[in-house]
């Protein structure tokens, strides 16, 4: 597995906060390439904030976002392999500038990663069993389940955008502040029989979301790999 791999590793929609996720040998010189003012040694598992550009080497490059950038060092990662997660703001914007920066960044065996890829790489690598690994890919798949009959039900774009569920709500006639687990636990209940399902599902695709963060962190080990 020669090739590096990155994407975006959190789900659609607006957050506090998104990640871009890079495996592979090249994730280090990606680094050097996409953080301004990048130190010259770099520490594993130190998270650093700096500012993400197109390439650091060009003074006029722009910057694309304020980001904390995460280097773990193979075999101590998630995938065995070396990494660097990105965690930028939530914007969907720029966390598509930050992963067209690193697909685009003229770096040989860099391209974007297959949906479960990472899990892959970590089962291959014996990261993880195959259980875990299954695990994972299940959590994924509900996830993808319920954002398809999200669309089904509303025929947004992006049903797990607030804004775009917010706003959808409006248009029924159900005015909400937030759509946050605790509020939407509140809302269920006296929501129209119409609008109830998709509050719930809104609710589990927000557990299954931590649900699989949660999967990915017990499989670490003892010595923090």
């Not at 598992?45 to 390439?55: C, P, T, W």
């Not at 966390?95 to 089962?123: C, H, Q, W, Y």
Request: a negative charge; glycine letters at 8%; proline letters at 4%.
């Amino acid at each position: 597995m020669s090739e590096t791999i990155a994407a975006i590793s959190t789900a659609p929609g607006e957050a506090g906060i998104g990640v871009v996720r890079i495996s592979g040998d090249k994730s280090e010189s990606l680094m050097r390439r996409l953080m301004k003012k990048c130190p010259e040694e770099i520490e594993p598992r130190h998270a650093y904030f700096g500012k993400i550009v197109r390439d650091s080497g060009d003074p006029s490059s722009e910057v694309i976002d304020e980001a904390i950038l995460l280097y773990m060092k193979f075999p101590a990662s998630y995938t065995g392999e070396d990494m660097l997660e990105i965690q930028a703001h939530g914007s969907n914007v720029s966390l598509k500038n930050i992963l067209a920066a690193i697909l685009g960044s003229g770096i040989d065996g860099v391209r974007m990663a297959e949906p479960g890829e990472f899990t892959k790489r970590a089962f291959l690598n014996g990261r993880i069993d195959l259980s875990g690994a299954e695990a994972v890919m299940d959590l994924i798949h509900s996830q993808n389940e319920m954002t398809i009959a999200l669309k089904e039900l509303t025929d947004l774009e992006n049903p797990k955008s607030v804004k775009q569920l917010k706003d959808w709500l409006s248009e029924q006639g159900f005015e909400v502040e937030s759509l946050g687990k605790k509020e939407v636990s509140k809302l269920i209940p006296t929501a129209p029989a119409e609008l109830r399902k998709v509050l719930e599902l809104r609710q589990m695709s927000a557990k299954s979301s931590v649900k699989k963060y949660t999967a990915m962190q017990n499989m670490m080990c003892a010595d923090g790999r």
